[in-house]
């Protein structure tokens, strides 16, 4: 246990939490703000992706929602994508 | 080259008008020719802060709609050498002007005028879009609150989208004692978080309400910290390095004894 935790505030201050709330707000924010955002994220994955595998690119789905970071209860902005795969191409070896 | 600034929030009551009679005063008595715009149709208020309420006659939805010359609209400011109102109506919708007729008023004044400052609505519909339009500058004011910031963020979103480059920020009703604390976002936080440029800081002021009921500019009382911040960022608009003033409580009783022994010089 850190014993200096309890001397600092740094952890529980109110303006921490704020600056928190602020930043995962602001993910959610600029993010929503484009309705072209996911869609131009999507397009740039499935190129990458080709270059690997074959994708089924009618059911893959892409949403920005929010995860726990490691062991602690926080939550952190995340990009989720689930990209259903058809197919591996042979990688060179 | 005269330069029209646009000040603006999203959210309400973090200190638009405040900033705009503020800094309008601070221009014109650098010697400059300032006209100050108030864009908020319906909800005017900038006549009350800088004290020139009863001598509105006509006002910025007369001159659009072609009822007044501009010249009759402008109210001259008698404390000041070169400072004028264009008060907004009280009265009609703010849909009663495009932002194509604020365009226009912009560049027409543009003729006569150093400054244009314009007293931005809260909000981001018809009277920001209003508010923007005729602009080339924008200066967004925040307070160190979380919904505040928020919305900060939110139009400088907006003013990316709608070609007005490099908004500058003033954040107002800083409380040094409570940042000290770890109870209020302090100036990098902000910074850092909305990744714009710093314009000014203003501290959290009783004057400023002395100075609202009176109908007398902040920036006219040397006595005022407020005022100061408003005399440093109008300096700053007309191109000067001016360092951040020093907002920490002074001769609070804790800060003597600190410099007593010795702590803090
Ligand atoms: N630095 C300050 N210290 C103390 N009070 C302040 C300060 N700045 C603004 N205020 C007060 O806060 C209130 C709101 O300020 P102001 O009217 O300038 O905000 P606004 O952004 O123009 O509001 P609106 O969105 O309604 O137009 C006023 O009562 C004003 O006196
Ligand atoms: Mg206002």
Same mark, same amino acid.
């Given at each position: 246990?850190?014993?200096?935790?309890?001397?600092?505030?740094?952890?529980?201050?109110?303006?921490?939490?704020?600056?928190?709330?602020?930043?995962?707000?602001?993910?959610?924010?600029?993010?929503? /703000?484009?309705?072209?955002?996911?869609?131009?994220?999507?397009?740039?994955?499935?190129?990458?992706?080709?270059?690997?595998?074959?994708?089924?690119?009618?059911?893959?789905?892409?949403?920005?929602?929010? @995860?726990?970071?490691?062991?602690? +209860?926080?939550?952190?902005?995340?990009? =989720?994508?689930?990209?259903?795969?058809?197919?591996?191409?042979?990688?060179?070896? | 080259?005269?330069?029209? =600034?646009? &000040?603006?929030?999203?959210?309400?009551?973090?200190?638009?008008?405040?900033?705009?009679?503020?800094?309008?005063?601070?221009?014109?008595?650098?010697?400059?020719?300032?006209?100050?715009?108030?864009?908020?149709?319906?909800?005017?208020?900038?006549?009350?802060?800088?004290?020139?309420?009863?001598?509105?006659?006509?006002?910025? /939805?007369?001159? /659009?709609?072609?009822?007044?010359?501009?010249?009759?609209?402008?109210?001259?400011?008698?404390?000041?050498?070169?400072?004028?109102?264009?008060?907004?109506?009280? @009265?009609?919708?703010?849909?009663?002007?495009?932002?194509?007729?604020?365009?226009?008023?912009?560049?027409?004044?543009?003729?006569?005028? +150093?400054?244009?400052?314009?007293?931005?609505?809260?909000?981001?519909?018809?009277?920001?879009?209003?508010?923007?339009?005729?602009?080339?500058?924008?200066?967004?004011?925040?307070?160190?609150?979380?919904?505040?910031?928020?919305?900060?963020?939110?139009?400088?979103?907006?003013?990316?989208?709608?070609?007005?480059?490099?908004?500058?920020? &003033?954040?107002?009703?800083?409380?040094?004692?409570?940042?000290?604390?770890?109870?209020?976002?302090?100036?990098?936080?902000?910074?850092?978080?909305?990744?714009?440029?710093?314009?000014?800081?203003?501290?959290?002021?009783?004057?400023?309400? =002395?100075?609202?009921?009176?109908?007398?500019?902040?920036?006219?009382?040397?006595?005022?910290?407020?005022?100061?911040?408003?005399?440093? =960022?109008?300096?700053?608009?007309?191109?000067?390095?001016?360092?951040?003033?020093?907002?920490?409580?002074?001769?609070?009783?804790?800060?003597?004894?600190?410099?007593?022994?010795?702590?803090?010089?």
């Amino acid at each position: 246990m850190d014993i200096f935790k309890i001397f600092t505030r740094e952890d529980s201050s109110s303006k921490e939490v704020a600056k928190e709330r602020l930043r995962l707000l602001l993910v959610h924010d600029r993010a929503n /703000v484009s309705p072209h955002f996911l869609e131009m994220i999507k397009e740039e994955l499935i190129q990458v992706f080709s270059d690997y595998m074959e994708i089924e690119e009618e059911g893959m789905e892409i949403e920005l929602t929010r @995860t726990k970071l490691g062991k602690s +209860d926080a939550l952190v902005p995340a990009l =989720i994508a689930n990209i259903p795969i058809k197919r591996m191409k042979h990688l060179p070896k | 080259m005269s330069k029209v =600034i646009v &000040v603006t929030s999203g959210k309400g009551g973090v200190g638009k008008t405040t900033t705009v009679a503020n800094i309008g005063t601070g221009l014109a008595l650098l010697n400059k020719k300032v006209v100050l715009l108030d864009a908020d149709i319906g909800l005017r208020n900038l006549d009350v802060v800088m004290g020139l309420e009863n001598r509105i006659v006509y006002d910025l /939805v007369d001159v /659009v709609e072609g009822i007044c010359k501009l010249r009759q609209a402008l109210i001259r400011d008698k404390r000041f050498e070169e400072l004028y109102l264009l008060p907004a109506a009280q @009265t009609k919708e703010k849909t009663a002007v495009t932002p194509e007729q604020m365009k226009e008023l912009c560049d027409k004044l543009k003729q006569d005028f +150093d400054y244009i400052l314009i007293d931005c609505p809260a909000g981001i519909e018809h009277g920001f879009k209003n508010a923007v339009a005729g602009a080339d500058n924008a200066i967004i004011v925040t307070t160190p609150e979380v919904a505040a910031v928020r919305d900060a963020d939110r139009i400088i979103g907006l003013l990316e989208a709608s070609e007005l480059p490099g908004p500058k920020l &003033v954040i107002n009703r800083l409380r040094s004692d409570m940042v000290k604390k770890g109870d209020m976002m302090d100036i990098e936080d902000m910074i850092e978080i909305l990744a714009i440029e710093l314009l000014g800081v203003v501290p959290e002021d009783e004057k400023i309400v =002395i100075s609202t009921n009176k109908g007398e500019p902040a920036i006219s009382d040397p006595a005022s910290k407020a005022g100061q911040a408003f005399r440093n =960022i109008s300096r700053r608009i007309e191109g000067e390095d001016v360092p951040l003033m020093n907002l920490e409580v002074e001769n609070s009783f804790m800060e003597r004894l600190k410099i007593f022994f010795g702590l803090k010089r």
